[in-house]
């Protein structure tokens, strides 16, 4: 099983996927990070907010992350069955449950970079895109909980994105199905239908990197949604790869 996991670790950096996905999410956060904090100086002017809370969204805005750590662990599988090398990945593997356990670790730890890469990015961003203003990080407590909750939900993004990948096999399909449900589908429900809409599980992700909206679950909840939904996937998914043609 080593020579698998250092196998399948591999393949996860081989190519451009992962390298390209990572400095699009960077991108991504660093304009977010910049457009709010070019209203702070308003919003503290108003009395809408103060310093803590502008830290603590420039902390926040870099829970996007996890979408591309999603995506990178969709890609991971997805690419197989796109190339035609997954029949040959489950013959070398020993079998499909191996494959599906390797792929599975690979990608979450994965995650955990792409999680570190998130905190990293977090832990800088208000003395970054504060040094322009007359204001100053304030951080507290409750920034330090974000940046964790920002952490946690990068790394479970991957498995979550490996899972949709062994279950919907086809690249576009499996990128397209997170995109949607991550930015339009998740926040959609919440809107129109806030108490079903805060059991999705990006919404629930909200929960835990503290976004601070009133109609979502408290964080052990979230947990447990959050669980739900990766223990469904992986239902889903180890039916359909042990049940079907391989190819």
């Known amino acids: 099983m080593r020579d698998l996991l250092a196998a399948e670790w591999a393949k996860t950096w081989t ?78 593997g020993g079998g499909r449950s191996r494959l599906l356990t390797a792929k599975l670790a690979a990608g979450t730890a994965a995650g955990v970079l792409f999680g570190l890469l998130a905190v990293a990015c977090a832990a800088v961003s208000p003395w970054v895109f504060l040094a322009g203003t007359e204001h100053h990080p304030v951080w507290t ?8 909750g920002v952490f946690v939900v990068t790394v479970l993004g991957a498995p979550w994105g490996v899972l949709l990948g062994w279950a919907i096999r086809n690249q576009a399909a499996a990128v397209s199905t997170l995109l949607g449900l991550t930015l339009f589908v998740d926040e959609a429900l919440l809107r129109v239908l806030p108490a079903v809409g805060r059991f999705t599980l990006t919404i629930a992700m909200s929960s835990v990197y503290r976004d601070g909206k009133p109609e979502l679950l408290s964080e052990p909840w979230a947990f447990v949604v959050i669980a739900a939904w990766l223990a469904a996937a992986y239902a889903v998914a180890r039916k359909v790869f042990l049940s079907r043609d391989v190819l």
Request: proline fraction near 0%; aromatic fraction near 8%.
């Open 15 to 92: 190519g451009r996927a992962w390298w390209s996905l990572a400095l699009i999410g960077v991108a991504l956060g660093v304009l977010a990070s910049s457009g709010f904090a070019a209203t702070a100086d308003e919003d503290i002017a108003k009395g809408t907010t103060d310093a803590s809370a502008v830290t603590d969204q420039l902390v926040r805005s870099w829970f996007m992350l996890l979408l591309f750590s999603a995506l990178l662990g969709a890609v991971c599988v997805t690419r197989e069955y796109q190339s035609g090398a997954i029949g040959r990945s489950v013959l070398l």
């Open 141 to 148: 407590r409750e920034t330090t909980l974000t940046l964790a």
